[in-house]
C-alpha cells in the first residue's frame, strides 16, 4: 500500500475529529489555548449525571469540552443520538486515549479509565454506590478480591476492590466523589488503598431536585394532576429482581391492568419512570408497545433523561423497588411502596439495604386502593434516605466545581457555581382512549357524582348506576356501538371535524345506540349532544378541573335518571369525583 494519504483521510485513524482537537488542530481550532476536559460517557444512564454537572463550565472561554464513550457497557443503544443532542465534540474512544486532556471525567467505572491522560474523576450515576455488579473480563483480579467471589457474591460496583483498583492495585480514579461521609468509612474498609482519592462532594441530581421541590403544583399540573387526585409513580431499576423485571412473581403485567380497574382514572393518575437501561436495553418502542394498553388509560411513561426527577417531586406516592429512584423518593418524603424488593444485589452495609428491608410491602394478592391509601394515610417519612442521599444538600455545585477548577490548574470563574433548574415538563392531560366503566349516583339538585374506571371490572365495593363512556378514537372499535357516551379531545376549529355540533351529529347519527356525544374543546369545556337533540356547551368554573368528559358523562346520568335539562341550565351542574366538586355552567347552544 502506499505510504501517501489520500485528500481529506484523516491524520490519524478513521473516525477520528481534527477540531478542536487533533494531529493538526492548532491549524485550525479558533480557540486552541483552552484547557480540554473530557466526559466519559459509558451509557444513557451515566450521561444522566454528567449532563448535571455541565453546567459548571458554562461561560468560561478557557474551557473545552469533548466527550468520549469507552465501549464497555452493554446498554450502548440511544448513547450516540444523546451525545450528538449535546453539541459537544465526541472523540472515539482511540482518539480519546491519545488526546492530552486535563480532566476526565466519569459517572461510572468499566473499560480501560486508566489508559486517559487526564485526571480521572469517577462519580456516582445514582444514590452512592450501593449494587452488587460482577466485574467485567476485562477487569482482573485485585488482591484480596477472591473472598467474595468464593462465597458467591458479586462485588459492590464502585465500592470494591474489584471496580477500584487495576490489575496491579493501582486506584482507578484519581478522585473518587462521594456524597456522604457513611460512604467513605465503607471505601475504608474495602478498599483503603483507593480511600486517599475520596473527595466529598454531595449529590448534584439530588439538589437539583431539592431547588425545584417549590414548583410541585406546576409538575402536577403539567401531569394532568388537579385537585383531589393522587399521582401514583411506578419506578423500576433494571434486571431480572426489578419491579420490571421477569423473575420471581412477575409482578408488573398483572399490576397494571389491575390499577386501572381499582382506581377511579379521575381520583388517582399513574405515571411510570424505567431506568433507562430498560428502555434502551429493550429499546422504547417495545416498552411502549409492553405499556400499551396502560398508557391508553392514561399512564403517563415519563422521559428517563429529563422528566423523571419532576415526576417524584410531584408524586403523592411511589411504587418501586431496590433502585436509586425509590430511594431518592423516599428522601423527598414521599411514601413508597415496595413491589419488589431483593437484598441480594445490595450492599449489606449501605443505608439502601435497611431502607428496602424496612419499607412497606405491596401485596399483589390484596386490593390495590385500600393499601395505598393506608400507606397515604399513616406515612410517617424515615430520615435516614434524605440523611444518607447527601451530607451536604445544595452544596454539590460549589464543591464539585472547586474540585474541578483545582484539577485543571486555573482559578474558578467569577461568581457563584449553579447547576440547571429543572425545566418545567410540557403539558400532558390524561386522555383516556380505554372504554370507561362509569358509575354515577344523584348526590342532590343538580349533583352527581362521576367514578371512572379504566378496567372493565369495578371493584366490588362501588355502586352506583353504570354507563360505558368511550373514546372515538379507542382500538376497541368492536365496543362503540355499545358505548352510552362517546366523546373526543380536539380543538374546536379543526376542520377535519367540521365544527363540534357536526361531530356530534356524525356520531350519534353512526351509533344509534350512544345517548351523547361529547366534543372536549379544552380543559374545562366541551360541547355535547343529547339523542334528544340538544346542542349543549359545559363551561367549567376556573377552579374545576377535571376532565370534561366526566361532565358529560354526569349530564347524561342526569337525564338518564329522568330528571329536567332545564334544571341544569337554570342553576348548573355540580360534579364531584371523589372528595372534590366541579361546578359546571350548561348554557344551550
Known sequence: ???????????????????????????????????KVLLVVHNVTSATRLLDILPLFHDDFRVQLLATSPGSSAFRAGLAELLADTEVPVLPWEQAVATP?????????????????????????????????????????????????????????GMSREWLLTEDGAPVADSLVLSHPEQYERLCTVCPEAAPS????????WDRMLAARTYRDRFRRA????????????????NPESLFGDDGDDVLPSLLPRLTSELPTDEYRLAAVLHPNIWHGHGPGQIRAW????????????????????????????????????????????????????LSGLAPDAPVHEFVRTAPRLDPALPLRPQLETLLDHH????????????????????????????????????????????????????????????????????????????????????????????????????????????????ANDLRFGSPARWTAEVLDRHPHCALAAYVTGPRSCVLRTRAGALL?????????????????????????????????????????GETGHRVTVTPV
Open 1 to 35: 500500500m502506499s505510504g501517501r494519504r489520500e485528500a481529506g483521510e484523516d491524520v490519524a485513524g478513521a473516525g477520528w475529529i481534527r477540531v478542536p482537537v487533533g494531529d493538526d488542530a492548532a491549524r485550525w481550532a479558533t480557540r486552541g489555548h483552552s484547557r
Open 101 to 157: 486532556v486535563d480532566l476526565a471525567i466519569s459517572a461510572s467505572f468499566g473499560g480501560q479509565l486508566r489508559a486517559l491522560s487526564g485526571v480521572l474523576t469517577v462519580m456516582s450515576h445514582g444514590v452512592g454506590y450501593t449494587k452488587r455488579l460482577a466485574a467485567p473480563n476485562t477487569q482482573h483480579p485485585t488482591p484480596g478480591s477472591g473472598r467474595a467471589r468464593e462465597a458467591g457474591e458479586a462485588p459492590v460496583f
Open 198 to 205: 475520596a473527595v466529598l462532594a454531595g449529590d448534584p441530581c
Open 223 to 238: 401531569l394532568g394532576v388537579g385537585r383531589g387526585r393522587r399521582l401514583i409513580v411506578l419506578t423500576s431499576t433494571w
Open 291 to 342: 405499556l400499551h394498553r396502560a398508557r391508553r388509560a392514561s399512564l403517563a411513561l415519563i422521559d428517563p433523561l429529563e422528566g423523571w426527577r419532576q415526576a417524584l417531586i410531584a408524586a403523592d406516592a411511589v411504587i418501586g423497588d431496590h433502585g436509586s429512584v425509590t430511594y431518592y423518593a423516599a428522601a423527598l418524603g414521599t411514601p413508597v411502596l415496595l413491589g419488589a424488593a431483593p
Open 380 to 491: 410517617r417519612p424515615p430520615p435516614e434516605p434524605a440523611e444518607f442521599t447527601s451530607s451536604v444538600p445544595g452544596e454539590s455545585a460549589t464543591l464539585l466545581r472547586r474540585h474541578f477548577y483545582d484539577v485543571i490548574g486555573i482559578p474558578e470563574p467569577d461568581g457563584p457555581a449553579h447547576l440547571e433548574p429543572l425545566p418545567l415538563p410540557p403539558y400532558e392531560p390524561s386522555v383516556h382512549a380505554v372504554p370507561l366503566l362509569v358509575l354515577t349516583r344523584l348526590l342532590g339538585s343538580g349533583e352527581v357524582a362521576v367514578t371512572r374506571y379504566a378496567g372493565p371490572i369495578a371493584p366490588d365495593d362501588d355502586t352506583g348506576e353504570a354507563h360505558t363512556a368511550i373514546h372515538e378514537d379507542t382500538w376497541e372499535t368492536d365496543q362503540l356501538d355499545l358505548a352510552d357516551v362517546v366523546f373526543r379531545y380536539s380543538d
Open 537 to 577: 356547551h359545559l363551561d367549567a368554573d376556573s377552579g374545576a378541573d377535571a376532565d370534561p368528559a366526566a361532565y358529560a358523562s354526569a349530564l347524561h346520568a342526569w337525564l338518564a335518571a329522568g330528571k329536567s335539562l332545564d334544571e341544569l341550565t337554570a342553576q348548573g351542574l355540580t360534579v364531584r369525583t
